[in-house]
């Protein structure tokens, strides 16, 4: 919206500087004005010569014309035409006045009051001197007519019928003096009947003054004129005298006028952003339907050209509203975001504030605001899945930090005693006793690789499930029996508790059920110094729920929130790097929730802690 709207601007930037004509831009509330570039240069004057004030235009005025163009004005404000036209002298740097003709179009409020007006001024001097001289001496008629810049035409008003032209007019129209001679002016007239009218009321009144029209050239362009006609004795019969002014170039910076109002508008009205513009008096200038059905949603009241915006808002709001738009007319553009509270829910707005310039002049301030809500959302997630991925950085750096270890400690084991069984001397018992060692370390090694070959299943979703019937008294019993050796070398009870329910048999993965148990109650064993560990199950109609309760050392507030974690238990708990690879309890909750169930935990620190996780009992 802020590209299209500059775009447009640059139009109308472009167009004036392009016309020989002078444009002025008047906005009568705030008496602010705006003189192009080629309008002081009509007087002689550079661009930074002449202020855009009021003033100026009263100050230039010839004494003799100011009472007359006074009264006029304020005609028309209060008796607004289609058109203001006047002619008046203005004072030319050199010291001269030049008789000048000005045209403007005006634009009104809601109230039908005139608010703004803008228009073209054209130096008429020479134009003037021509047709005083040519009443003023009939002897320099015939120089004054070939050297005239304007197109100059005398026809019969009878019959329409081409008399004589001039050198201007064989310029402008594209005709040489013999086509023109003897030919009717309707055959470059685009409307031959208005043309008719007016030499009908030239004949009345002597006289048909400034009076716009197109006509085509010899090659079909169409050409704007500003005509003035008047009936005069040639050769001793009536003609009409016609003086025709090439206004093209001013109607073409005209229209640009009109359509950059109308492209601007239409970038306003299109445009999915707020935007506004006020005036150095914070009144509000231009506002689109997204920004007043925006405030009026948020402040309740609904805005209108000549608004103050600033006062409209709370005190605070406004304050700094103010701030901006004065650094904005000292030339500065901004560029800020506002949060705003709607509803009890954020929302981040990016707010352009531009400066709108006539000429050398800041007039006022144009307002972009864009909603980034979303965007703001996006970033603050962005951020956190930063934070989330240098953690898991982090916790895989700690991860393989620890492997390492659990690596080198059974690798080490095996390596070592199988040196030893090389000695030729050694007992039985000896040799028993460094196979056991063996035995064990590579136990232990073997689980440590079946982990991380199961989690990265996991992560890459090729761990399936096999169903079959499972029968959970067997199951525990089994994990009892397996553990109770562990247990008892550590000094802890074991304790299974089924609640007398027999065989259950349910339709499951045995063999993820028990990779389960053997994880939860292995970390019991080894986070409990003193107690015991129980764990069993209960039944309901839809579910059955397992659990595996401790008496250890429990897990802090700090750690729970990332038990379930990849590599946590690489962490330290209690100021000691435990044991493992830190996968047991995130494989633990990926085969729940493989199994359809979940898992929960209850823990209190030196306490002790309880995993309860459920499954569905499915029938074969």
């Known amino acids: 919206a802020t590209k299209a709207l500059e775009e447009s601007e640059e139009r109308y930037r472009l167009a004036t500087a392009a016309s020989e004509s002078g444009i002025w831009d008047w906005w009568t ?6 003189y192009s570039d080629q309008w002081k240069a009509l007087l002689g004057y550079q661009a930074h010569e002449l202020k855009n004030e009021f003033s100026t235009w009263e100050n230039l005025l010839h004494p003799d014309d100011k009472e007359q163009m006074f009264s006029a004005v304020q005609d028309f404000l209060q ?67 070939e050297q005239a810049h304007d197109a100059i035409l005398i026809f019969n008003p009878e019959d329409e019928v081409i008399l004589d032209a001039n050198k201007g007019a064989c310029e402008e129209y594209g005709y040489t003096y013999e086509e023109f001679i003897g030919s009717s002016i309707t055959k470059f007239s685009k409307n031959p009947k208005i043309g008719r009218h007016r030499i009908e009321q030239t ?28 009936l005069i004795n040639y050769k001793g019969n009536p003609a009409i005298l016609s003086i025709n002014r090439n206004i093209t ?19 306003l009205e299109s445009s999915q952003d707020s ?94 605001s864009k909603d980034i809500t979303e965007r703001e959302k996006t970033k603050q997630l962005l951020l956190l899945a930063k934070d ?16 390492s270890h659990e690596i080198r400690t059974p690798m080490n084991g095996i390596m070592g005693f199988a040196d030893l069984l090389k000695e030729e001397d050694l007992s039985e018992k000896e040799k028993s006793l460094y196979i056991n060692v063996i035995e064990r370390s590579g136990g232990k090694m073997l689980r440590l690789i079946n982990n991380i070959i199961d989690i990265s299943r996991i992560e890459s979703g090729q761990m399936s499930i096999e169903l079959g019937e499972v029968n959970v008294h067997e199951l525990l019993s089994f994990q009892y029996s397996f553990f109770l050796p562990e247990a008892e070398r550590n000094g802890l009870e074991l304790k299974l508790d089924t609640s007398n329910n027999g065989d259950v048999i349910i339709w499951s993965d045995a063999t993820k059920i028990a990779d389960i148990f053997t994880n939860l109650i292995k ?51 209690e100021d000691k790097v435990t044991e493992g690879a830190g996968l047991g309890l995130a494989i633990v909750k990926a085969y729940v929730k493989l199994l359809g169930g979940a898992i929960d935990f209850k823990s209190r620190q030196n306490m002790g802690t309880e995993f309860i996780f459920s499954i569905p009992i499915k029938l074969k």
């Not at 509330?29 to 705006?34: A, G, H, I, L, Y």
């Not at 703004?116 to 001496?137: A, C, P, W």
């Not at 170039?249 to 970038?267: F, P, T, W, Y």
């Not at 764990?535 to 309901?540: D, K, S, V």
């Open 523 to 573: 970390n019991a064993i080894k986070y409990t110094k003193d107690g015991g560990i129980s764990f069993g199950y209960t039944l309901n109609n839809k579910e059955i729920q397992f659990y595996v309760k401790d008496t250890g050392i429990g897990i802090s507030k700090a750690k729970q929130k990332q038990i379930f974690e990849r590599f946590a238990q690489a962490e330290k708990i």
């Open 29 to 34: 509330e705030s008496n602010t004005v705006f």
């Open 203 to 230: 004949l009345i009144d002597g006289v048909f003054s400034n009076f716009e029209t197109i006509q085509y050239h010899k090659d079909g362009t169409e050409l704007y004129f500003e005509i003035n006609a008047s």
């Open 79 to 145: 008796s607004p035409k289609d058109f203001f036209v006047e002619e008046f002298r203005m004072k030319h740097k050199n010291g001269n006045y030049c008789w000048i003709h000005n045209k403007a179009a005006a634009v009104f409020d809601e109230n039908d009051k005139v608010q703004r007006m803008f228009g073209v001024h054209t130096d008429i001097t020479e134009e003037k001197k021509t047709i005083n001289q040519l009443y003023k001496s009939k002897e320099d008629y015939k120089q004054l007519f």
């Open 249 to 267: 170039e001013r109607k073409r910076a005209e229209q640009a006028l009109i359509d950059s109002e109308a492209n601007l508008m239409s970038v």
């Open 275 to 368: 935007i506004w513009s006020v005036d150095r008096e914070f009144r509000i200038l231009t506002v689109n339907t997204r920004f007043k059905n925006e405030f009026y949603y948020k402040i309740g009241i609904e805005l209108k050209q000549g608004d103050c915006i600033t006062n409209l808002v709370s005190p605070e709001i406004g304050a700094k509203w103010k701030k901006r738009y004065e650094r904005v007319f000292s030339g500065e553009s901004v560029v800020e975001i506002d949060r705003y509270e709607i509803d009890q829910k954020l929302y981040y707005f990016e707010v352009t504030i531009n400066p709108i310039v006539n000429g050398q002049f800041i007039s006022g301030a144009s307002i972009v």
């Open 388 to 403: 989330q991925a240098e953690e898991n950085n982090r916790l895989k750096s700690s991860f393989l930090a620890n492997m």
